[in-house]
DNA sequence: TTATTTTATGAAATTTAATTTCATAAAATA
DNA sequence: TATTTTATGAAATTAAATTTCATAAAATAA
């Protein structure tokens, strides 16, 4: 089944009767949904079309649309045989786990053009080239993602932080000025430190960027803008390897804007530090 | 190729000016067309909205929607050959960039599919349950490949270290016994550090695990057992970036497979700590 | 060559689809 | 019991795709 379709099948417990009504639909007849209007989809659950709009939101999609490209993608993947991913089975080889995560991974970055909202993203681009210096924080499994992107953006000139070290960070946030950025990392975007080094950045006036999923958490609500995850858990230890090939495809692209739009002064920059490294190489 | 870029190609010659331009940009950049409006398209081959509806019965699909839905299916499926891989274009706005990222980690994890080696992966498994100890060292990029290594295995009671400090790790490595591990990471397989960390934890006796490209680098030649990246740098910017992602699926993979192996005795700590993480949220 | 028809195209209008707003009823909380 | 929050559908709005229509260029006929 496909992941998408899990996903669905794990939250119905969690929905709303209008929201399971999608739901149960949807599970009977995936093959059918992608080349519904919201109105054909509203009329067969018996819900009216706003609710089927709300109801992609709820697990994580950004749009109707999406959503069908998401569901698809995910029934053609399956019926090609690639590797139809079930969970992690008592007997896997070693090499059926690699091929699973590495599916898993794969999986996870593409639903990531499902939940990435365009606007939010353009208006994280625009914040970080206004900023000087960049804070990225998270902690646990985030940290990673945390210390790349602190990485890649002290490459092409900022003052970057990535310190999982709470008080560290409260020494370092009084110094932000006005249009600088704190990105918090939190999967889930309930995690107690970061919530509450976002809500001190955002009191010096930073912006506060969130890289978490897309449901009401307090990170959420607080940031000035969300850049959300998709909410997929497969298996719950494939789930925390995934979230954080996320995070970083993220980071990447945030990256891979800010030095696109800097251009060629940060391009000669660059340049020279590729040069020195391959002469110490040597 | 998948069967519509194909015949797209195909009929190119009979095309009016008009659809050619359509039709060339599709063929340019199949990975962005489908999550594009009629409106983006018309604009990216500079012309109208009502060509963009008639190029897609000119080729015999009756709606743009459907027809991007096809392409869809196809680019989805075809993703077996990433041959034809993006490159950055001065004109793209930050959501093509996005789309552009996200596409090529994909591809370039899909591809570490063919790169490593099972019986290398299932010596590196075999390896990291015999030891206590895991040293992981990378510099510059790798860094972030190393720090994820170290904090997902000290998870289920490994002694880790992943520093990229060279002094550091030179007063660790002697710490190391007959059967532990050093997992040096390097995509060049030439980076003086790690090649003399390597060596010297090699001196100690240690197991020594590359995560390199496959050339015949000091490091490929070396190491005990090497796991092989694919090398693929199309766009030098974009090359770094693909790289990590492999590097971490790698990760990924050792991880999960010790995990997996290591069965319940694991188990009980990890849940003990993802409970005591819960606890702490609210 | 010149007049007429056909074809290709973009601008504007229309139709269709998706999303948001707003009012209301139900549920949760104080 | 009063107040707030949440969930929902109807209606309004916005966005996307398609069709119509006018025009200019090419092809054909006189």
Do not use: W
């Amino acid at each position: 089944m496909s992941s998408l379709l899990k996903l669905i099948k794990k939250e119905l417990s969690r929905f709303s009767d209008t929201e399971r009504k999608i739901g149960e639909f949807i599970l009977s007849n995936p093959e059918l949904v992608p080349s519904m209007t919201t109105k054909e989809l509203a009329k067969s659950a018996e819900v009216s079309e706003a609710s089927v709009t709300r109801f992609c939101r709820s697990i994580g999609i950004n749009s109707f649309r999406l959503f069908k490209m998401q569901l698809m993608k995910d029934v053609t993947v399956a019926n090609g045989d690639l590797t139809t991913f079930t969970s992690l089975e008592k007997k896997d080889s070693v090499y059926d786990l690699f091929r699973k995560v590495t599916y898993a991974n794969q999986g996870a970055i593409v639903s990531s053009l499902a939940s990435l909202d365009r606007v939010q993203l353009e208006n994280a681009v625009e914040a970080l080239i206004k900023a000087k210096k960049v804070i990225f924080y998270g902690v646990g499994g985030s940290v990673t993602a945390a210390y790349d992107g602190g990485y890649k953006f002290a490459r092409i000139g900022y003052q970057t932080t990535s310190s999982p070290d709470f008080h560290y960070n409260i020494t370092v946030i009084p110094h932000l000025q006005k249009d600088d950025v704190f990105i918090g990392i939190s999967l889930s975007g309930k995690t107690k430190n970061v919530i509450e080094l976002a809500t001190f950045a955002k009191e010096q006036g930073a912006t506060v960027i969130a890289i978490t999923k897309m449901n009401r958490s307090p990170l959420y609500k607080l940031a000035d803008i969300t850049l959300c995850v998709p909410s997929m858990e497969e298996d719950f230890r494939i789930g925390t390897i995934t979230s954080r090939m996320v995070q970083l495809n993220i980071i990447d692209t945030l990256y891979l804007s800010v030095f696109h739009m800097l251009g060629d002064e940060v391009l000669t920059a660059f340049k020279k530090a590729q040069n020195e490294t391959m002469r110490l190489r040597k």
